[in-house]
């Protein structure tokens, strides 16, 4: 026999197993696994040759992926299943799954429910009503008489057809390491029917070391899967009703976590794409398909429609009115919409894509879900999705936005926080974007002061995350999650945008820099953002007192804040260099302080910040590029640039500023040659055809060209 259980219910466990061994029932558990050896090959292959499965049913074992997983498993090969009752709250969540959306690991609780309603509702329990360990000896005599009556008569458990040699599962016997071999055994078996059980077998086994234990991705896995090119296997897998939900399952792991590998791996979207699995997935979301299937294929699609090619073809295939009417349906989840959301702000970039969107009713379609939902904090990623797809929309419909509501909407949210948890970041920066593109258009800005806009604008500016203390600290010790502060970034161009054309937001802008002159505090993480735009800029030179006190704070407590606020007030090249060669109280030069600091806090906490630098150049980047500037003797701009090039080798987002910066760096010969090399660093990352234009030596003019396009390639990454 085999137990199914969550951790949090181990020592019930291992009473419950020491009682069974005692009494001559031989078992097996997550406990048991050999020092180095993978806990999912050893369990899979222990309940495959097992007879029956004790799953230890608590509220934590209803939100736990892997006993999800381990008891589909036992249902699918047919093995006797007895649960037994540890906690009786799981029965609140099979009841009522929509109250547990906000759990970890509940965001499609809805979804899996009903299934496992299904599973255990039809079994007998142990006991049927309260906890086993309320009277645990007589539980576990009746469990024992029960499990003596479901054992064979010779005490052997059934063995399954599909076994390899020795017993070993069928794929054991190919070269290669664990998870190429499973790829291999697909790619050889998938379309033969004799070997469809053992297919069963193997997807199961490959979906299961795709994730850790609780849940998390197993990176190395995933790596070792793509390398060995699973994607025409896959595409033909989701096709055959008897593997789709497991076929669809692992294609969703390897399309989200696949774009964390830099080395040519994170082509896996585009490489599944080009397979046709976009069309193929759409219509695994229809009426046809089970509930569980049409989640899987709708996760599966949200992170595969990252890339063009697959957003192009969801338009093409008559997705984009399917995903609004998802979004519309009062019988939908709420994982549902919130997922149609996702892909809908995958989608919305294209000129086509955003008219189709408008005609089918997007616009009507979300604020009917954030009047609905606004106050549910179960659908804030919803929520989150609805600003920023109707900031996009804003370029080419800007009054049917501004008019709609969701203006309102973004305005009350960036009020109702007073500091930002790391999981509402991107709620925030979605307000403050919606907010900034409205404020872009002359004709729609007009609107905002009579909205609240200027108040939460400046608001926000003055907002905390969670973590926030010492932010260089925070910053460099987070180098995973969402942008840190780019809700400020947002903030700062649109009051850039409104306090150029209307006084009344000129004056309010004036009124929160008294008050910040005036404060004792520190107030760069502030003005920084303020002050890379043109109008705010000006507005903060005008003050030569905080000036003073800002460059004196520089000399006693630099920060990484303070460092670009410095630069994004000089002038000219030649004030800046003032600045980036002296040496701070640490003995640390400036540039070195801030260069270093920023890249060893590198990830999406950082992405703000580097756009804000590379804005903060912006000037004397433009100079160079003009002819005015030499740079014979410069350390800086070289150093600059390497840290650049690996910045927009990263996955993160917002490289679109580095790239700006880094193709005016680059009219200069000795930056541009400099750049080739460090572009070439990871040549994998770039299209063949660029690769080899940069290698080969050629005239510094059409090395220019090969850059500009590697830059692109590289930004869109």
Same mark, same amino acid.
């Given at each position: 026999?085999?137990?199914?259980?969550?951790?949090?219910?181990?020592?019930?466990?291992?009473?419950?197993?020491?009682?069974?061994?005692?009494?001559?029932?031989?078992?097996?558990?997550?406990?048991?696994?050999?020092?180095?050896?993978?806990?999912?090959?050893?369990?899979?292959?222990?309940?495959?040759?097992?007879?029956?499965?004790?799953?230890?049913?608590?509220?934590?074992?209803?939100?736990?992926?892997?006993?999800?997983?381990?008891?589909?498993?036992?249902?699918?090969?047919?093995?006797?299943?007895?649960?037994?009752?540890?906690?009786?709250?799981?029965?609140?969540?099979?009841?009522?799954?929509?109250?547990?959306?906000?759990?970890?690991?509940?965001?499609?609780?809805?979804?899996?429910?009903?299934?496992?309603?299904?599973?255990?509702?039809?079994?007998?329990?142990?006991?049927?009503?309260?906890?086993?360990?309320?009277?645990?000896?007589?539980?576990?005599?009746?469990?024992?008489?029960?499990?003596?009556?479901?054992?064979?008569?010779?005490?052997?458990?059934?063995?399954?057809?599909?076994?390899?040699?020795?017993?070993?599962?069928?794929?054991?016997?190919?070269?290669?390491?664990?998870?190429?071999?499973?790829?291999?055994?697909?790619?050889?078996?998938?379309?033969?029917?004799?070997?469809?059980?053992?297919?069963?077998?193997?997807?199961?086994?490959?979906?299961?070391?795709?994730?850790?234990?609780?849940?998390?991705?197993?990176?190395?896995?995933?790596?070792?899967?793509?390398?060995?090119?699973?994607?025409?296997?896959?595409?033909?897998?989701?096709?055959?009703?008897?593997?789709?939900?497991?076929?669809?399952?692992?294609?969703?792991?390897?399309?989200?976590?696949?774009?964390?590998?830099?080395?040519?791996?994170?082509?896996?979207?585009?490489?599944?794409?080009?397979?046709?699995?976009?069309?193929?997935?759409?219509?695994?979301?229809?009426?046809?398909?089970?509930?569980?299937?049409?989640?899987? *294929?709708?996760?599966?699609?949200? +992170?595969?429609?990252? %890339?063009?090619? #697959?957003? !192009? &073809?969801?338009? @093409?295939?008559?997705?984009?009115?399917?995903?609004?009417?998802?979004?519309?349906?009062?019988?939908?989840?709420?994982?549902?919409?919130?997922?149609?959301?996702?892909?809908?702000?995958?989608?919305?970039?294209?000129?086509?894509?955003?008219?189709?969107?408008?005609?089918?009713?997007?616009?009507?379609?979300?604020?009917?879900?954030?009047?609905?939902?606004?106050?549910?904090?179960?659908?804030?990623?919803?929520?989150?999705?609805?600003?920023?797809?109707?900031?996009?929309?804003?370029?080419?419909?800007?009054?049917?936005?501004?008019?709609?509501?969701?203006?309102?909407? *973004?305005?009350?949210?960036?009020? +109702?926080?007073?500091? %930002?948890?790391? #999981?509402? !970041? &991107?709620?925030? @920066?979605?307000?403050?974007?919606?907010?900034?593109?409205?404020?872009?258009?002359?004709?729609?800005?007009?609107?905002?002061?009579?909205?609240?806009?200027?108040?939460?604008?400046?608001?926000?500016?003055?907002?905390?995350?969670?973590?926030?203390?010492?932010?260089?600290?925070?910053?460099?010790?987070?180098?995973?999650?969402?942008?840190?502060?780019?809700?400020?970034?947002?903030?700062?161009?649109?009051?850039?945008?409104?306090?150029?054309?209307?006084?009344?937001?000129?004056?309010?802008?004036?009124?929160?820099?008294?008050?910040?002159?005036?404060?004792?505090?520190?107030?760069?993480?502030?003005?920084?953002?303020?002050?890379?735009?043109?109008?705010?800029?000006?507005?903060?030179? @005008?003050?030569?007192?905080?000036?003073?006190?800002?460059?004196?704070?520089?000399?006693?407590?630099?920060?990484?804040?303070?460092?670009?606020?410095?630069?994004?007030?000089?002038?000219?090249?030649?004030?800046?260099?003032?600045?980036?060669?002296?040496?701070?109280?640490?003995?640390?030069?400036?540039?070195?302080?801030?260069?270093?600091?920023?890249?060893?806090?590198?990830?999406?906490?950082?992405?703000?910040?580097?756009?804000?630098?590379?804005?903060?150049?912006?000037?004397?980047?433009?100079?160079?590029?003009?002819?005015?500037?030499?740079?014979?003797?410069?350390?800086?701009?070289?150093?600059?640039?390497?840290?650049?090039?690996?910045?927009?080798?990263?996955?993160?987002?917002?490289?679109?500023?580095?790239?700006?910066?880094?193709?005016?760096?680059?009219?200069?010969?000795?930056?541009?040659?400099?750049?080739?090399?460090?572009?070439?660093?990871?040549?994998?990352?770039?299209?063949?055809?660029?690769?080899?234009?940069?290698?080969?030596?050629?005239?510094?003019?059409?090395?220019?060209?090969?850059?500009?396009?590697?830059?692109?390639?590289?930004?869109?990454?």
């Amino acid at each position: 026999m085999v137990f199914s259980y969550q951790s949090t219910q181990v020592e019930f466990l291992k009473r419950l197993r020491a009682w069974l061994n005692d009494r001559g029932i031989e078992t097996v558990d997550g406990t048991q696994v050999p020092g180095g050896m993978d806990w999912r090959v050893f369990y899979f292959v222990a309940l495959k040759r097992a007879h029956i499965l004790l799953p230890v049913l608590s509220k934590s074992f209803m939100f736990s992926r892997a006993c999800e997983s381990e008891l589909t498993y036992g249902v699918d090969k047919g093995k006797k299943i007895i649960p037994i009752l540890c906690d009786p709250t799981y029965m609140d969540v099979l009841s009522y799954p929509e109250n547990y959306a906000d759990e970890p690991n509940g965001e499609d609780i809805e979804l899996r429910a009903p299934k496992m309603e299904v599973f255990l509702n039809s079994r007998n329990r142990f006991p049927a009503n309260g906890k086993f360990e309320d009277a645990f000896e007589e539980n576990a005599q009746n469990l024992l008489e029960a499990i003596q009556n479901e054992l064979p008569e010779d005490g052997s458990a059934a063995v399954e057809i599909g076994e390899g040699h020795g017993g070993r599962p069928p794929w054991q016997h190919l070269e290669g390491g664990e998870m190429e071999k499973l790829v291999k055994f697909l790619q050889a078996n998938y379309d033969k029917p004799s070997s469809e059980q053992a297919v069963a077998a193997c997807l199961k086994a490959m979906s299961s070391l795709l994730k850790e234990h609780d849940d998390q991705p197993d990176e190395k896995n995933i790596a070792d899967v793509i390398k060995a090119n699973p994607a025409p296997v896959l595409g033909n897998l989701i096709t055959n009703p008897a593997h789709a939900v497991d076929a669809v399952d692992i294609l969703a792991s390897l399309c989200l976590f696949g774009s964390h590998f830099g080395e040519g791996l994170s082509g896996i979207r585009q490489a599944l794409t080009d397979e046709g699995v976009v069309p193929r997935l759409l219509s695994l979301m229809g009426a046809d398909s089970s509930k569980e299937l049409q989640h899987k *294929a709708m996760l599966a699609l949200s +992170s595969v429609s990252r %890339v063009k090619d #697959a957003k !192009l &073809q969801i338009a @093409e295939s008559g997705g984009i009115p399917v995903l609004i009417e998802c979004v519309r349906d009062p019988k939908a989840t709420t994982k549902t919409k919130k997922t149609a959301l996702v892909i809908l702000w995958n989608e919305v970039y294209e000129l086509e894509h955003k008219k189709q969107m408008v005609q089918n009713g997007i616009i009507e379609a979300i604020m009917a879900y954030v009047t609905a939902k606004k106050n549910d904090k179960g659908s804030e990623d919803g929520i989150k999705s609805c600003f920023f797809i109707t900031s996009h929309l804003s370029y080419a419909f800007p009054h049917e936005v501004s008019k709609s509501g969701i203006v309102e909407v *973004a305005v009350e949210t960036i009020q +109702s926080f007073e500091v %930002v948890p790391v #999981a509402s !970041l &991107q709620t925030i @920066e979605g307000a403050c974007r919606l907010l900034d593109t409205i404020a872009a258009n002359q004709e729609t800005r007009t609107s905002m002061p009579g909205k609240g806009a200027i108040e939460a604008l400046l608001y926000s500016l003055a907002v905390k995350g969670i973590e926030d203390g010492n932010i260089q600290t925070t910053l460099t010790n987070d180098a995973e999650g969402p942008p840190r502060d780019a809700f400020k970034m947002r903030a700062a161009s649109a009051l850039n945008h409104l306090a150029g054309t209307i006084p009344q937001a000129e004056k309010a802008v004036a009124t929160y820099l008294s008050e910040l002159e005036s404060s004792t505090g520190k107030v760069e993480s502030q003005l920084v953002w303020l002050s890379v735009h043109p109008v705010l800029r000006r507005m903060i030179l @005008e003050r030569p007192a905080l000036m003073r006190r800002l460059e004196a704070d520089l000399q006693t407590s630099p920060s990484y804040d303070l460092c670009i606020l410095i630069l994004a007030t000089r002038s000219s090249l030649s004030t800046l260099q003032e600045y980036v060669y002296q040496k701070l109280p640490s003995g640390t030069r400036f540039m070195d302080f801030l260069l270093d600091g920023l890249w060893s806090g590198r990830g999406h906490a950082m992405c703000a910040r580097w756009v804000t630098l590379a804005d903060s150049l912006r000037g004397a980047a433009e100079q160079l590029a003009a002819g005015e500037l030499r740079l014979e003797d410069d350390a800086f701009f070289p150093t600059l640039l390497g840290y650049l090039v690996s910045w927009i080798q990263t996955g993160h987002p917002y490289k679109a500023a580095s790239t700006k910066l880094l193709l005016s760096l680059c009219t200069d010969e000795r930056l541009g040659r400099l750049a080739v090399e460090k572009v070439l660093v990871k040549p994998n990352l770039l299209k063949p055809e660029t690769k080899l234009m940069l290698q080969q030596e050629r005239s510094f003019s059409v090395l220019s060209e090969a850059l500009k396009a590697a830059f692109k390639e590289l930004e869109t990454q």
